[in-house]
Each structure stands twice: as structure tokens, then as C-alpha cells.
């Protein structure tokens, strides 16, 4: 079963390898090119400056400059992260989906079920080959973006907990992978053809990945609450590489009076009509500057928790395609 499993799929085999040898020829390059611009900027010296609390204003300005330059030159790379987002859908569309809706599509599964091989057997040898390339495919994708990415993330001001950036590296595109693969495969134990598992497949993996990065995924954690005063001689006080989920500008009884906005005003600084600075905005004395954030030394437990998520839900998917099996005539 193991030979003739091999057999059926060692041209997908070879298209996969093909695809991300392509794929590295691509990105090495241009992430080789990235990590020299970021070492000539001396950005690896404000990444560990700009990690310190005593940090000089001056020195987080010269930073900031830096990395914006970093941003201009490299910033469109961020179309190509969003592209390099549908691989793991790739994977569950061309290898999930077809596992069994096109032995059912072609009417080969009986010849394989009457040859002495159980549903049972050849389901777990199919499930079996495919979940471990799946799973080396993954581990291989989210080592090489990780260090792709690297350069990206720091330039951020969110880091590593940014959306995007965050899907793309660690661990969490090995259970991104393995739930398209099993969405695929259990796909094709209901609908039994390869273009409507396929769609479901599409359908299903958008939604559910776009449901937990929005809905689940700002709640892994309790956020936590940063406030600072709206006058002040320094910059804006945000640790760099955490996740802002909300701001604004409360006043004195904690009633928010600028939404999404942070004001920093040195003092006896005036607004445009002579009055206190901000009071245009509505901002009166008493008023600070809230921040509801995600700290950035969480990435690796959010990348657990994600990455569990998708097994989980993977398992479950793929239990049920088991029983699935069973029921096909």
C-alpha cells in the first residue's frame, strides 16, 4: 500500500520540490539583499537601543529615520508577503482535496478497496504520506520565512505580532498547512467530486483563518493598558514590535474624546486658535493618551496557541474523514 501510495503521488512529489526550489531561488536573493541594507542602516544597533528604557531622544529620532528609509526602499515587499500567505491554502487545494474525492470521482477506489486493502488501511497510509509531506513542506516554509521576514519585522513599528508578518513565520504555518490538508481531505468525503471540495476547501480555509486572526487571535491574551500624559518633552511612548489594538485620548473621567489618535504636546505649547494644545480636538486638562496593546515578548506564545488551534481543528477534520470513508459505497 505504501509502494502503491508512492506510486499515485510521486508527481505532486516532484511538483511541490520544484515549487519551493523555485520559490528559494526567488526569495534568498532578495532576503540577502534586505539583511545588507538593514546591517549598512545600522538598524541592528536601534533595534537593541530602541529595546532599552533609557533610551535618548535624539537617538530614537536618528533610529526612526533609518528605519523609514528601510521601509521606502523595501516596503512593497509587503505585496509579496501577502502572496506568500496562499501556500498553505495551495497545499490543501492541490493535495487534500484530490486524496479521496478523485479516487471517488474516478471510481478507483473500489479497485483499491476489493484488492485486499480495508478503507481503514488505505486511509491511513494515504492520510499517513500525506500529512508528512505536508508537514516537512511547513516546517522547511516557516523556517525560510522567518528568516526572510526578519528585516520586515523589525523595520515595523507592530513587529512580529503585525498581521501578515505574523502568519508567515514560526510555527504557525505548520498548522495553517496541516488544517487546509485535512479541510481538503474531508472536503472530498462529503462532496465526493474535486471541483466542489476544492471549492469548499478555498472557501473554508479563508474563512476560518480570517475568523481567528480578527475575531480569536487579539483575545489569546489579556491586553494590556498603557497611558501617558498628552504633554511632554519625549516622543510618544510605544514599545516598538507591540501590537496596538486600540488608542485614543480620554479625558479626565476616562470618556474617549479622540479616537484613534495620540497627541503629544511640549509644554505651554498653544493650538492653532491660541487656546492649550488640543483643545481644537476637544482634548481639556486632565486628558492623556490610551493605548490597548499586545506585548510584543508574546509572538511565541500566540504562535503556540494559534499553531494549536489549526492541529486540533486538523485532527478533528481528519477523524471525521476517517468515519466519512466508511459510508462510501
Known amino acids: 500500500m505504501i509502494w502503491l501510495a508512492w506510486r499515485q503521488h510521486r508527481k505532486q512529489l516532484l511538483v511541490t520540490f520544484i515549487g519551493f526550489a523555485a520559490l528559494a531561488a526567488l526569495m534568498i536573493p532578495i532576503g540577502l539583499s534586505m539583511r545588507h541594507t538593514f546591517a549598512d542602516l545600522g538598524l541592528p544597533d536601534c533595534v537593541r537601543q530602541l529595546a532599552r528604557s533609557d533610551v535618548a531622544p535624539q537617538t530614537v529620532d536618528t533610529c526612526e529615520g533609518a528605519f523609514r528609509q528601510f521601509t521606502n526602499r523595501y516596503g512593497s515587499l509587503n505585496l509579496v508577503a501577502v502572496l506568500l500567505l496562499v501556500l498553505p ?38 492520510f499517513g504520506l500525506v500529512v508528512a509531506v505536508t508537514l516537512t513542506a511547513a516546517v522547511c516554509y516557516g523556517l525560510g520565512m522567518s528568516w526572510w521576514v526578519d528585516p520586515l519585522t523589525h523595520a515595523a513599528r507592530e513587529g512580529r505580532l503585525g498581521f501578515i508578518v505574523f502568519d508567515l513565520q514560526g510555527v504557525a504555518p505548520i498548522g495553517y498547512s496541516l488544517f487546509a490538508v485535512a479541510l481538503g481531505v474531508f472536503a472530498g468525503t462529503v462532496w465526493r467530486r474535486m471541483l466542489p471540495a476544492m471549492t469548499v476547501t478555498l472557501v473554508g480555509f479563508v474563512g476560518v483563518r480570517a475568523a481567528v486572526a480578527v475575531l480569536a487571535r487579539p483575545h489569546y491574551q489579556p491586553a494590556r493598558t498603557l497611558t501617558f500624559p498628552v504633554t511632554g518633552d519625549g516622543p510618544l511612548a510605544q514599545g516598538r514590535g507591540d501590537w496596538v489594538l486600540s488608542s485614543g485620548v480620554r479625558d479626565a473621567d476616562g470618556r474617549m474624546v479622540a479616537p484613534d489618535a495620540q497627541i503629544m504636546c511640549p509644554p505651554g505649547a498653544k493650538g492653532p486658535g491660541g487656546g492649550a494644545c488640543g483643545a481644537e480636538l476637544g482634548i481639556h486638562p486632565g486628558a492623556y493618551n490610551w493605548q490597548l496593546y499586545q506585548p510584543a515578548d508574546r509572538f511565541w506564545l500566540f504562535q503556540g496557541i494559534e499553531t494549536g488551534i489549526f492541529v486540533a481543528l486538523a485532527a478533528a477534520l481528519l477523524y471525521l474523514a476517517l468515519r466519512r470513508i466508511r459510508r462510501i459505497a
Open 89 to 126: 491554502m495551495l497545499v490543501g487545494l492541490f493535495w487534500g482535496a484530490p486524496l479521496v474525492a478523485r479516487e471517488v470521482e474516478q471510481g478507483t477506489h473500489r479497485f483499491a478497496w476489493t484488492q485486499g486493502v480495508g478503507r481503514r488501511h488505505w486511509a491511513l497510509v494515504k
